[in-house]
């Protein structure tokens, strides 16, 4: 929990500082994602007019699979700039998890990829194309560009020869 004492808080307010465990993030790991590091924050509350004004930042980093290539990479997460406003808090505690929670979620990535630019597996062998190149797209191009050293069988090889499968 991230708890503010604002018994004494005051217009110059209080710095708020620390880490909690990734479980406040409520996130079950999956195949693609998974959080385990803690989240780390700095905050600050104040006193406002009719409220308390709490600002700061918190982060984590999260373990994420690469959705074209399956790798394995880490991922900052950060939250900067985070704002909110409480109205007329009674207690003498002011718990922020929620908010803290929401805002790192909301800090996620939207894609998982490794790079920008993650050329990913060729669909048809499976070959990394960030790592080496395969001949699976070489054998789709319908221009071969020697002419020269033509086989007999090079009409052969344009035919495009698939197994029938049945699909289930
Ligand atoms: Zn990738
Ligand atoms: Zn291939």
Known sequence: MIKFSIV???????D?????PA???????????????PIEYNLHAALVNNGI????????????????CLKSFKYQVSSRN?????EKVKNQELDVTEEIREDILVAFPNAYLCKKNCKG??????????????????????VLESSEE????IELDKLKIEPRVKKR
Do not use: Q
């Open 8 to 14: 004494n808080l005051d217009r110059d307010g209080t």
């Open 121 to 142: 597996l060729c669909p048809k062998c499976g070959t990394n194309l960030n790592k080496s190149e395969c001949s699976c797209a070489e054998e789709e191009s319908p």
């Open 23 to 37: 479980s406040i993030l409520e996130i079950e790991d999956s195949d693609l994602l998974s959080c385990h590091s």
């Open 82 to 86: 985070m704002c909110h406003f409480y």
């Open 16 to 20: 708020l500082s620390g880490s909690e």
């Open 150 to 153: 033509k086989s007999p069988w």
């Open 53 to 68: 004004l709490v600002t700061g930042s918190a982060s984590t980093e999260i373990n994420l699979k690469c959705g074209r």
